[in-house]
């Protein structure tokens, strides 16, 4: 998972060295929490949060393939 979301990232940012995905494991849920530059933060929430959204739609549809629960976090 912490691979798909980094790759979804990187090829969105026009800083793709600056992407970093850190994940942790909250009980039955794993946190993966995306931090990109500041100036690709625009370009990975979207218009009205639309990127964003479709990024954990992806996210969540791999993670229940595979049984697990998935939140994905922008900081």
Request: aromatic share 4%.
């Given at each position: 998972m912490k691979e798909l979301l980094?790759?979804?990232a990187?090829?969105?940012?026009?800083?793709?060295?600056?992407?970093?995905?850190k994940e942790t494991e909250d009980g039955e849920m794993t946190v993966l929490e995306l931090s990109v530059a500041?100036?690709?933060m625009g370009?990975?929430?979207?218009r009205q949060g639309r990127i964003a959204k479709a990024i954990r739609a992806?996210?969540?549809a791999a993670?229940?393939?595979?049984?697990?629960?998935?939140n994905v976090e922008i900081l």
């Open positions: 980094e790759f979804i990187k090829s969105l940012v026009s800083k793709p060295e600056e992407v970093s995905v500041q100036e690709d370009k990975v929430i979207g992806v996210i969540k993670a229940l393939k595979e049984n697990k629960k998935v």
